[in-house]
Protein backbone atom coordinates (compact mmCIF):
# COMPACT_ATOMS: atom_id res chain seq x y z
CA UNK A 1 0.00 0.00 0.00
CA UNK A 2 1.13 3.35 -1.29
CA UNK A 3 2.11 5.33 2.04
CA UNK A 4 3.70 9.19 2.47
CA UNK A 5 7.58 8.90 3.97
CA UNK A 6 9.86 11.51 5.83
CA UNK A 7 13.33 12.03 6.64
CA UNK A 8 15.06 12.22 8.86
CA UNK A 9 12.86 10.44 11.72
CA UNK A 10 14.46 12.67 14.61
CA UNK A 11 16.63 15.43 13.65
CA UNK A 12 18.92 17.58 16.40
CA UNK A 13 19.77 20.85 15.72
CA UNK A 14 20.98 24.31 17.32
CA UNK A 15 19.17 27.73 17.92
CA UNK A 16 20.03 29.92 14.69
CA UNK A 17 20.53 26.95 12.53
CA UNK A 18 18.71 25.97 9.06
CA UNK A 19 17.04 22.72 8.90
CA UNK A 20 15.18 21.07 6.15
CA UNK A 21 12.00 18.37 6.49
CA UNK A 22 12.01 15.98 3.74
CA UNK A 23 8.47 14.29 2.58
CA UNK A 24 7.95 11.98 -0.22
CA UNK A 25 3.97 11.92 -0.74
CA UNK A 26 2.35 9.43 -2.21
CA UNK A 27 3.02 9.34 -6.13
CA UNK A 28 -0.10 10.47 -7.95
CA UNK A 29 -1.22 13.01 -5.17
CA UNK A 30 -1.70 16.35 -6.02
CA UNK A 31 -2.15 18.19 -2.87
CA UNK A 32 0.80 18.60 -0.28
CA UNK A 33 0.75 19.76 3.36
CA UNK A 34 2.82 20.18 6.41
CA UNK A 35 1.24 20.04 9.93
CA UNK A 36 3.75 20.26 12.93
CA UNK A 37 2.82 18.87 16.68
CA UNK A 38 4.35 20.09 19.68
CA UNK A 39 4.51 17.60 22.42
CA UNK A 40 1.41 17.01 24.04
CA UNK A 41 -0.01 19.66 22.33
CA UNK A 42 -2.44 19.25 19.18
CA UNK A 43 -2.10 18.86 15.91
CA UNK A 44 -1.63 22.31 14.00
CA UNK A 45 -2.06 22.76 10.53
CA UNK A 46 1.26 24.91 8.54
CA UNK A 47 0.71 24.61 5.04
CA UNK A 48 -0.67 23.50 2.05
CA UNK A 49 0.94 23.49 -1.59
CA UNK A 50 -1.15 22.83 -4.59
CA UNK A 51 0.23 23.12 -8.47
CA UNK A 52 3.91 24.31 -7.14
CA UNK A 53 2.62 27.25 -4.88
CA UNK A 54 1.28 27.83 -1.67
CA UNK A 55 -2.58 27.39 -1.85
CA UNK A 56 -3.23 28.74 1.98
CA UNK A 57 -0.60 29.24 5.40
CA UNK A 58 -1.77 29.17 8.89
CA UNK A 59 -0.44 32.67 11.09
CA UNK A 60 2.84 29.81 12.60
CA UNK A 61 3.75 29.72 8.79
CA UNK A 62 6.14 32.90 9.01
CA UNK A 63 9.25 34.05 7.21
CA UNK A 64 11.24 31.63 9.25
CA UNK A 65 9.16 29.13 6.76
CA UNK A 66 9.33 27.71 3.62
CA UNK A 67 8.72 25.03 1.26
CA UNK A 68 9.50 23.69 -1.93
CA UNK A 69 8.90 20.95 -4.39
CA UNK A 70 12.51 19.92 -5.82
CA UNK A 71 11.56 17.63 -8.07
CA UNK A 72 8.63 15.31 -9.03
CA UNK A 73 8.59 13.43 -5.97
CA UNK A 74 10.00 15.42 -2.76
CA UNK A 75 8.25 17.86 -0.72
CA UNK A 76 10.04 20.08 1.96
CA UNK A 77 9.88 22.52 4.64
CA UNK A 78 12.71 24.26 5.64
CA UNK A 79 13.44 26.62 8.93
CA UNK A 80 15.84 29.52 8.05
CA UNK A 81 16.65 30.04 11.69
CA UNK A 82 15.78 27.67 14.13
CA UNK A 83 14.11 28.42 17.93
CA UNK A 84 13.72 26.85 20.68
CA UNK A 85 9.85 26.90 20.00
CA UNK A 86 9.95 24.74 16.85
CA UNK A 87 10.59 21.77 18.51
CA UNK A 88 8.02 19.75 17.54
CA UNK A 89 7.06 16.58 15.51
CA UNK A 90 6.33 17.59 11.85
CA UNK A 91 4.08 15.93 9.55
CA UNK A 92 3.95 15.67 5.94
CA UNK A 93 0.31 15.08 4.20
CA UNK A 94 -0.84 14.11 0.69
CA UNK A 95 -4.34 13.66 -0.87
CA UNK A 96 -4.99 12.69 -4.02
CA UNK A 97 -7.75 15.69 -4.80
CA UNK A 98 -10.22 13.34 -7.05
CA UNK A 99 -13.21 12.89 -5.04
CA UNK A 100 -11.04 11.56 -2.37
CA UNK A 101 -10.62 14.81 0.56
CA UNK A 102 -8.30 11.69 3.05
CA UNK A 103 -5.03 13.02 3.75
CA UNK A 104 -3.17 10.66 4.75
CA UNK A 105 0.01 11.37 6.82
CA UNK A 106 3.64 10.35 6.88
CA UNK A 107 5.15 9.15 10.00
CA UNK A 108 6.62 12.47 11.50
CA UNK A 109 10.06 14.35 12.06
CA UNK A 110 10.91 15.00 15.69
CA UNK A 111 13.05 18.07 15.34
CA UNK A 112 14.94 18.75 18.80
CA UNK A 113 16.47 22.14 18.76
CA UNK A 114 18.56 23.08 21.18
CA UNK B 1 -12.49 31.52 13.22
CA UNK B 2 -12.21 27.86 14.57
CA UNK B 3 -13.62 26.00 17.68
CA UNK B 4 -13.84 22.89 18.35
CA UNK B 5 -14.73 20.66 21.44
CA UNK B 6 -14.16 17.64 22.77
CA UNK B 7 -13.63 15.68 26.03
CA UNK B 8 -10.31 15.56 27.44
CA UNK B 9 -10.50 11.77 28.11
CA UNK B 10 -12.58 8.58 28.42
CA UNK B 11 -12.57 5.32 30.18
CA UNK B 12 -14.20 2.23 28.65
CA UNK B 13 -14.21 -1.54 28.96
CA UNK B 14 -12.79 -4.09 26.56
CA UNK B 15 -15.81 -5.29 24.17
CA UNK B 16 -17.67 -1.88 25.38
CA UNK B 17 -19.54 0.82 23.15
CA UNK B 18 -17.65 4.32 23.41
CA UNK B 19 -19.31 7.61 21.85
CA UNK B 20 -16.66 10.71 21.66
CA UNK B 21 -18.78 13.61 21.22
CA UNK B 22 -17.11 16.62 18.97
CA UNK B 23 -18.76 19.76 18.43
CA UNK B 24 -17.17 22.63 16.46
CA UNK B 25 -17.59 26.25 15.12
CA UNK B 26 -15.91 26.69 11.81
CA UNK B 27 -15.76 30.00 9.24
CA UNK B 28 -16.32 27.83 6.71
CA UNK B 29 -17.01 24.20 6.21
CA UNK B 30 -16.72 20.71 3.78
CA UNK B 31 -16.67 18.10 5.70
CA UNK B 32 -15.54 16.74 8.56
CA UNK B 33 -12.80 13.87 9.35
CA UNK B 34 -12.19 11.73 12.39
CA UNK B 35 -8.27 10.08 13.16
CA UNK B 36 -7.01 7.99 15.16
CA UNK B 37 -3.14 9.21 16.83
CA UNK B 38 -1.39 6.55 18.96
CA UNK B 39 1.11 8.22 21.34
CA UNK B 40 4.65 9.03 19.22
CA UNK B 41 2.73 8.47 16.11
CA UNK B 42 0.96 9.65 12.78
CA UNK B 43 -2.79 10.51 12.56
CA UNK B 44 -4.40 7.49 10.98
CA UNK B 45 -7.56 7.98 9.05
CA UNK B 46 -11.11 6.91 10.20
CA UNK B 47 -14.12 8.68 8.48
CA UNK B 48 -15.06 11.38 6.91
CA UNK B 49 -18.72 12.91 6.82
CA UNK B 50 -19.54 15.62 4.31
CA UNK B 51 -23.59 15.01 4.92
CA UNK B 52 -25.60 14.76 7.60
CA UNK B 53 -26.39 11.29 9.27
CA UNK B 54 -24.43 8.11 10.15
CA UNK B 55 -21.63 6.56 8.00
CA UNK B 56 -20.61 2.85 8.97
CA UNK B 57 -17.33 1.09 8.42
CA UNK B 58 -16.69 -2.15 10.36
CA UNK B 59 -16.28 -1.18 14.29
CA UNK B 60 -16.77 2.48 13.75
CA UNK B 61 -19.04 4.84 12.80
CA UNK B 62 -19.39 8.31 12.73
CA UNK B 63 -22.46 10.92 13.18
CA UNK B 64 -22.49 14.18 11.49
CA UNK B 65 -25.15 16.91 12.08
CA UNK B 66 -23.72 20.22 10.11
CA UNK B 67 -26.81 22.39 11.33
CA UNK B 68 -25.76 21.93 14.89
CA UNK B 69 -21.81 21.79 14.38
CA UNK B 70 -22.04 18.29 16.08
CA UNK B 71 -20.42 14.77 15.12
CA UNK B 72 -19.64 11.87 17.43
CA UNK B 73 -17.43 8.50 16.81
CA UNK B 74 -18.59 5.55 17.77
CA UNK B 75 -16.29 2.61 18.39
CA UNK B 76 -18.10 -0.81 19.10
CA UNK B 77 -16.49 -4.46 20.55
CA UNK B 78 -13.25 -2.12 21.92
CA UNK B 79 -10.21 -3.84 22.04
CA UNK B 80 -7.40 -2.65 23.98
CA UNK B 81 -5.45 -1.67 20.93
CA UNK B 82 -8.05 1.09 20.48
CA UNK B 83 -6.75 3.04 23.64
CA UNK B 84 -5.48 5.97 21.55
CA UNK B 85 -5.82 9.69 21.03
CA UNK B 86 -9.47 10.19 18.29
CA UNK B 87 -8.94 13.41 16.61
CA UNK B 88 -11.54 15.39 15.15
CA UNK B 89 -11.11 17.67 12.41
CA UNK B 90 -13.55 19.76 10.43
CA UNK B 91 -12.44 20.81 6.99
CA UNK B 92 -12.22 23.99 5.69
CA UNK B 93 -13.69 25.49 2.48
CA UNK B 94 -11.47 27.71 1.32
CA UNK B 95 -7.94 27.15 -0.35
CA UNK B 96 -7.07 23.55 0.25
CA UNK B 97 -8.79 22.31 2.77
CA UNK B 98 -6.16 22.49 5.26
CA UNK B 99 -7.46 20.16 8.99
CA UNK B 100 -8.38 21.91 11.90
CA UNK B 101 -7.88 19.50 14.71
CA UNK B 102 -9.21 19.17 18.49
CA UNK B 103 -7.31 18.60 20.90
CA UNK B 104 -8.30 14.98 21.20
CA UNK B 105 -10.22 12.91 23.53
CA UNK B 106 -7.63 10.11 24.77
CA UNK B 107 -9.49 6.86 25.17
CA UNK B 108 -7.99 3.83 27.77
CA UNK B 109 -9.38 1.06 27.04
CA UNK B 110 -9.32 -1.08 30.32
CA UNK B 111 -9.90 -5.13 30.98
Known amino acids: EPEVTQTPSHQVTQMGQEVILRCVPI?????FYWYRQILGQKVEFLVS????????KSEIFDDQFSVERPDGSNFTLKIRSTKLEDSAMYFCASASGTGDYEQYFGPGTRLTVT | GQNIDQPTEMTATEGAIVQINCTYQTSGFNGLFWYQQHAGEAPTFLSYNVLDGLEEKGRFSSFLSRSKGYSYLLLKELQMKDSASYLCAPQGDTGRRALTFGSGTRLQVQP
Open chain 1, 49 to 56: FYNNEISE
Open chain 1, 27 to 31: SNHLY
